[in-house]
């Protein structure tokens, strides 16, 4: 008989909160025993019964609320982090493999999601900088330090290079196999990506979105000040480098990285330059002392943006060893200023409108997805756990990308695709839909930013971008409503901002620049959907304000004060009036991760415009559109989009050449 047969059922529950122990899931999981609870989920170990291997379970207690509408969103975003995260873990042993991913129904009746997670025998960071303490054991050198953290610091380099962040990197998250002062030690990041998915998904019925300059989902006591206010700027690569830098000050020091015993306390420690995190008195080297000072900068735009580049300068500071060269400083964009949003008309019959027209985490959050949790004396603490921790799942349904393109772009497999629509909503120039096959290719993640093109004017290289819209028959009241959001009248507010109010041979120039190429109309359609068919980036869900850069309640406010007619496409508040800084919607990245391919501005392509041909029977292989025509192709929807139909992949519009509007810039191609 189990020892909980005869446990009081308060107690049993307290043991075994879901009453699992000696449980099978899915005919080939056996549950063995309670690993650790959290704010949001409940950890198992539990042994396969066909590979006849320990394995860990995560279930995600958290999610069980979620109405049955919603529980397929959620499946599918564990899917999509997940094959970003197994993309990383075939990289790197430094990232815990995701196994499985399921539902199951508790004895309860709760519907609960869960993951299937390698097994791992050791403990997490906090845990023995707890015991090390206790013992009175001698703290580690910066050298040693970053010894200890060299796998994780490498792990995060490989994740900030392909445009993923973690958003929560502290010594809970961070697991420790084999003994801490040995050789042969090595360390697993863990808890990628999913807080910050049940975090999102708990945001309520509408929708279960929420961009990521927003997400909650982090520890304050390893806060980054942007992650406790929104106005420094979204989180991103830069917020993990703040992450990392505290860690390494408490192997170093042994310390607090933030004081405060309540959230405001620790925000204040956070965001405050007088109060910055101390370094601690382990750190002697001044070149060292200058590096970890940059990394924990109060404002995200001053500190490393990527893990690779802290990481890189850090070692050459204390002389280390610097033959790794996926570590060294690579291109990651640096993090937005904090701005506004916006959106625009849809084209009206007879009148032509100008365009500007990312097991076991000791304990994921608390129920409000913000953990409290400053470092405290170990006998304070109790129920350190041992054992795996997440990642995000491959799921068959999602094309992974191959092959390696160059940093900032993504790998489009290429394949077969029917582009195009027959849909009874689709306008005539989106059909018919045709059948087209492609090369492989790469496509940028993101759209060109005004940073990024202004490097390149600044360089000689580029024509400026456009201070003033210019199309044909373009008003004084035109020009008083929209001269303002050029973004290259604000360089610096609007850095990461996409470049507008260039025309189709600026956008051509700057991409062979570098190289590359504007994607042609068939290869910009498949980045953006694929090849299931699918009606938008994301899914068949219809836009709302988490997913992309479209028309709300900001933009209706922005048109009635600049005298410009507008339409919402939906009701809330996306949280940018005009432009918004690029990546701040990933939630609404299509299948192969390619960030605001809809809304935010327009994007020129390469081909000229000619309506689909009727009658084509035959497939098509990497079409390049008519060679002459008088209009170059737009695809995308702007920030002022206000029907759903302009932010379908399929949808179609047009603009001369010579046009320079703020709704539409560009994103580069590159042939492979």
Not at 389 to 400: D, G, Q, Y
């Amino acid at each position: 008989m189990d020892e909980s047969d005869t446990l009081p059922p308060g107690e049993e529950r307290a043991r075994d909160p879901l009453l699992l122990a000696g449980e099978i899931i899915d005919g080939k999981y056996a549950i063995e025993s309670l690993v650790g609870t959290g704010g949001t989920s409940v950890v198992y170990r539990a042994t396969h019964l066909v590979w006849k291997r320990p394995v860990a379970i995560k279930l995600f207690r958290s999610l069980s609320e979620i109405p049955p509408h919603g529980r397929a969103g959620v499946l599918e975003e564990f899917a999509r982090e997940g094959q970003l995260l197994t993309v990383l873990s075939e990289q790197t042993t430094a990232i815990v493999q995701a196994r499985d991913i399921g539902t199951m129904v508790t004895k309860a009746g709760e519907w609960t999601p869960y993951l299937v997670l390698e097994w791992l025998e050791g403990a997490t960071l906090e845990a023995v900088l707890e015991r090390e303490q206790a013992e009175g054991v001698r703290k580690r050198s910066l050298a040693e330090a970053i010894a200890l953290l060299d796998p994780a610091a490498r792990a995060l380099a490989l994740a900030h290079r392909r445009g993923i962040a973690h958003r929560d990197v502290k010594p809970s998250n961070l697991f420790v196999v084999g003994p801490p002062r040995s050789d042969d030690v090595s360390i697993k990041l863990l808890d990628f990506g999913i807080a910050k998915v049940v975090a999102e998904f708990k945001q309520g019925e509408q929708g279960f979105r929420q961009t990521s300059a927003s997400a909650t989902s982090f520890t304050p006591a390893y806060g980054a000040p942007e992650q406790f206010s929104k106005d420094l700027g979204p989180t991103g690569p830069w917020t993990d480098v703040f992450g990392l830098a505290l860690v390494l000050m408490e192997v170093v020091s042994g310390l607090a990285p933030l004081a405060g015993d309540s959230l405001a306390e620790l925000q204040v420690a956070s965001t405050r330059i007088s109060l910055r995190p101390s370094l601690g008195p382990g750190v002697a080297s001044t070149p060292a002392k200058a590096v970890l000072a940059r990394a924990v900068a109060v404002n995200p735009r001053e500190r490393y943006a990527s893990a690779g580049e802290f990481w890189s300068a850090l070692r050459a500071a204390v002389d280390l060893d610097q033959s790794h060269p996926w570590i060294a400083p690579e291109s990651t964009p640096h993090p937005p200023p904090p701005s506004a949003v916006m959106t625009l008309r849809p084209p009206r019959q007879g009148r032509r409108w100008a365009v500007g027209a990312f097991a076991l985490a000791a304990a994921l959050t608390t129920a409000a997805a913000v953990t409290v949790h400053a470092r405290r004396p170990p006998e304070a603490r109790r129920g350190a756990s041992p054992a795996t921790t997440v990642a995000r799942v491959a799921s068959a349904a999602i094309v992974a990308p191959v092959a390696t393109c160059p940093d900032g772009m993504v790998a489009i497999p290429g394949g077969k695709f029917f582009m195009g629509s027959d849909s009874k909503d689709a306008v005539d120039n989106e059909k018919p839909a045709h059948k087209v096959a492609l090369a492989p290719f790469c496509i940028d993640r993101f759209e060109v930013t005004t940073r990024a093109y202004r490097a390149c004017s600044d360089a000689g290289e580029c024509k400026r971008a456009g201070l003033v819209n210019d199309w044909r028959g373009i008003t004084d009241q035109d020009h008083e409503s929209f001269d303002s959001q050029c973004n290259a009248l604000n360089p610096e507010e609007r850095a990461e901002h996409p470049i507008n109010c260039i025309d189709w041979q600026q956008a051509v120039d700057f991409c062979s620049m570098s190289g590359r190429r504007l994607p042609t109309e068939a290869e910009w359609e498949f980045a953006a959907r694929g090849p299931d068919g699918r009606k938008y980036p994301w899914g068949d869900e219809a836009p709302t304000a988490g997913l992309l850069n479209a028309c709300g309640s900001e933009c209706v406010a922005w048109g009635k004060a600049h005298k410009v007619e507008v339409q919402a496409m939906f009701e809330v508040d996306d949280g940018w009036a005009t432009t918004a800084p690029v990546g701040s919607f990933p939630r609404g990245a299509s299948r192969y991760g390619v960030e605001d391919v809809v809304g935010n501005v327009w994007e020129w392509v390469a081909d000229w415009y000619a309506p689909y041909a009727e009658d084509q029977q035959e497939q098509q292989t990497d079409p390049r559109g008519p060679e002459r025509g008088e209009a170059r192709v737009i695809r995308g929807g702007a920030w002022n989009g206000g029907y759903p139909s302009w932010v379908r992949p399929t949808f179609r519009y047009r603009d001369a050449p010579k046009t320079r509007s703020y709704g539409i810039g560009l994103r580069c191609a590159k042939s492979r």
